[in-house]
T-cell receptor
Framework: DGGITQSPKYLFRKEGQNVTLSCEQN?????MYWYRQDPGQGLRLIYY???????QKGDIAEGYSVSREKKESFPLTVTSAQKNPTAFYLC????FGQGRTEAFFGQGTRLTVV | DAKTTQPTSMDCAEGRAANLPCNHS???????VYWYRQIHSQGPQYIIH???NNETNEMASLIITEDRKSSTLILPHATLRDTAVYYC????????????FGPGTRLSVLP
């Protein structure tokens, strides 16, 4: 089945450590996105990538980094510089232009700093 | 910032139609209206989208006003499983355009 996969579903990190969240899609989508969601809040855009080897900061990029070396993969690293990293992280992908242009979302990774 | 405004919450009786409004008064001619919903602790689920014509699929109907400044998502026979947060988003299908989520409408379907 085609889709977008995030792993792991739950992640625990010690304060001061970097951690990388995985996002893979087999939908042949050009664009990929990372969002953060805090309890009771909407989704906020962290980073997005419209094409391989290119990405742009979203509204809350500080303390995060990404790479886009392959079309299928868009990993997110939460660095020790992120002051409040405990949150629900969602990855999405989409095409632009014609056709099925909606964004498809993964099931999320819940990160907890302990 | 989100280009849409939605009520914070709504209730609907099970089996009745749920009508969720969305205002997007600054929408551009090439921007589509998308609707998603999010059930607690899951990724958002795509429902429907449209440009200017009304749209219907197996999940819902989307009614867009003639001036395109507002729209309504209709769930024709709401069930308890439709309880979720519903997001209305406007977006052009061009390179560089993102999906910007506002706080959405929390729909509670009551038995």
């Amino acid at each position: 089945d085609g889709g977008i996969t995030q792993s792991p579903k739950y992640l625990f990190r010690k304060e001061g450590q970097n951690v990388t969240l995985s996002c893979e899609q087999n939908l042949n989508h050009d664009a990929m996105y990372w969002y953060r969601q805090d309890p009771g809040q909407g989704l906020r855009l962290i980073y997005y990538s419209q094409i391989v080897n290119d990405f742009q900061k979203g509204d809350i990029a500080e303390g995060y980094s990404v790479s886009r070396e392959k079309k299928e993969s868009f990993p997110l690293t939460v660095t020790s510089a992120q002051k409040n990293p405990t949150a629900f992280y969602l990855c999405a992908s989409s095409i632009f232009g014609q056709g099925r242009t909606e964004a498809f979302f993964g099931q999320g990774t819940r990160l907890t700093v302990v | 910032d989100a280009k849409t405004t939605q009520p914070t919450s709504m209730d609907c009786a099970e089996g009745r139609a749920a009508n969720l409004p969305c205002n997007h008064s600054t929408i551009s001619g090439n921007e589509y209206v998308y609707w998603y919903r999010q059930i607690h602790s899951q990724g958002p689920q795509y429902i429907i989208h449209g440009l200017k014509n009304n749209e219907t699929n197996e999940m819902a109907s989307l009614i867009i006003t003639e001036d395109r400044k507002s729209s309504t998502l209709i769930l024709p026979h709401a069930t308890l499983r439709d309880t979720a947060v519903y997001y209305c988003i406007v977006r052009a299908n061009n390179y560089g355009q993102n999906f910007v989520f506002g706080p959405g409408t929390r729909l509670s379907v009551l038995p």
